[in-house]
């Protein structure tokens, strides 16, 4: 069975692109627009990682990432910040939410599945 | 913040910060009430015009490269699904061909399976040829012998004739002697009786014998003839079927390499295909920097709306103290709602950084 993965980010060509990436390499991909779509989506399912963005409406990424650390389903998935955003303190924010790993857009197909197989 | 654009909102634009807004001291060189009026009616309609002006343009950028990311997409996806259905088929090929010329599993090529086939009935005939060889030689045997036969038949006949002449003689000889020789000539009659029937036995068997060689020569005609085509076929459809398995071989050789170039070229594609993956995010980088660039817009419409303001309380008669202390304030609270960074830093589409924590 393929492992599934949760993509969130409110630009659907980022979306389009890391599913892309990621069913090329026959993963299972579920979408969320943003933090709240992506409670909605990972209540009860089982999730092998999530991909999440930063700067989204109704509610961020690092507000997603806290939100589902407190969640004991997703106290231990992998959880990856892909984003525009590179500055020092914004990576110290996801750290201290419980991100895994800091990705700053835009991401190649091939380091992402590197970062993807590391993590996962 | 007024709500005057349509687009997809995005969490905390990013602005850089800008120059100080131009805000005209409230000094004496405001030498009165109505210069001070048309100064902020000419201010805010030129911010108003400005904003105008650009906002109908950056949401024009943002609809082009949406509509480019969008169409760009689907080319990609046609162009995945292509380059995957090649290298299906160039799979397909190299696993049809190596099925049916190397053989599956045994490791014995189909070339060779064609020869060994063919060896073995080449052999097959070769010892129905060696065979037919040996009756071919036992019939030249037979021949001879039957030949040797006829001719002692041959001498048997002569001999058959003497004893005929001879009994002549005898009976000849006993006509001389009379009643003496009457015994004698019964027997003289019934050797050349003897002698009559040998010889018609003889020339029935001789009929019979050369019957059977003539038969026997025919038979071994055939039988050469036939060992002669045998092995004329076999040879033959041996060079024809080396003929084919190397035509065999070579075409599989050329498949392969073909395969194989296509294998290549599938390889390069997918590694443009990865180029065009990060490309296509400019998309999410331009539509956050133009968002910002609306939110800036916005604050530009907001100052706009500040003068606006004052040219009105000026025009009503207002006193011009508590106008530009109000106007003031305004513009300080509308400088404190700016956001004071960029989200979208990278100047290029290089690949970002990763940071495992």
Redesign the interface.
């Known amino acids: 069975m393929a492992r599934c993965i949760l993509t969130v980010d409110d630009s659907s060509t980022m979306r389009q692109m890391i599913t892309f990436t990621l069913k090329g390499a026959n993963f299972d991909v579920v979408e969320a627009e943003d933090g709240v779509h992506a409670l909605e989506v990972a209540k009860g399912r089982k999730l092998d990682l999530i991909i999440t963005d930063v700067n989204m409406p109704r509610m961020d990424g690092l507000t997603l990432v806290a939100r589902l650390r407190a969640l004991p389903e997703f106290k231990f998935t992998p959880i990856l910040v892909l984003t525009t955003e590179s500055d020092q303190s914004m990576k110290m924010r996801g750290k201290e939410a419980g991100a895994t790993g800091w990705i700053v857009k835009p991401f190649s197909p091939e380091k992402l599945m590197d970062v993807v197989n590391k993590v996962i | 913040m007024t709500s005057w654009f349509q687009s ?6 990013v602005i850089e910060p800008g120059p100080s807004l131009p805000l005209p001291p409230p000094t004496a060189a405001v030498e009165s009430n109505d210069v001070l009026q048309r100064l902020a009616a000419r201010e805010a309609s030129m911010l108003e015009a400005q904003v105008n002006f650009l906002t109908p343009e950056l949401l024009q950028v943002d609809s082009l490269v ?1 509509e480019a ?2 169409t760009l ?1 689907d080319a ?2 046609t162009l ?1 699904k292509g380059v995957n259905q090649q290298h299906l088929l160039a799979v397909e090929i190299q696993a049809a061909m190596h099925g049916s010329l190397q053989g599956e599993g045994g490791g014995e090529s189909m070339g060779g399976t064609i020869m060994g086939t063919l060896d073995g009935f080449v052999s097959h005939i070769a010892e129905i040829s060696q065979s037919t060889g040996l009756l071919v030689e036992q019939v030249d045997e037979i021949r001879e012998r039957s030949e040797r036969m006829e001719e002692m038949l041959g001498e048997l006949t002569e001999i058959a004739g003497r004893t005929h002449l001879l009994s002549l003689n005898a009976s000849i000889e006993a006509a001389h002697a009379r009643q003496f020789g009457a015994g004698f000539a019964v027997v003289a009659g019934e050797v050349s009786k003897l002698a009559d029937r040998s010889t018609a036995l003889s020339s029935t068997i001789q009929e019979q014998i050369r019957g059977t060689r003539q038969a026997l020569e025919r038979t071994d005609a055939h039988m050469q003839s036939i060992a002669s085509k045998d092995m004329d076929v076999a040879m033959r459809s041996k060079e024809q079927a080396q003929e084919l398995v190397q035509s065999l071989q070579i075409t599989n050789f050329i498949v392969r390499d073909l395969v194989g170039q296509l294998e290549e070229n599938a390889g390069k594609v997918a590694q443009q ?2 180029h065009v ?9 331009v ?2 920097t133009l968002v910002a660039c609306l939110k800036e817009l916005g604050n530009l419409l907001d100052q706009s709306q500040a003068w606006k303001a004052l040219e009105g309380r000026l025009a009503a008669g207002e006193p011009q103290g508590p106008a530009l202390a109000d106007l003031e304030a305004k513009l300080v609270e509308i400088e404190g709602a700016r956001v004071q ?1 960029r ?4 100047g290029s ?9």
């Open positions: 997809t909102p995005k969490a905390e634009p949406r990311a969008g997409e990609l996806k995945n295909v990865g993956v990060r490309s296509l995010q400019f998309e999410d980088l539509h956050q960074f989200a979208v830093k990278s589409l290089a690949a970002g950084e990763v940071d495992l924590f």
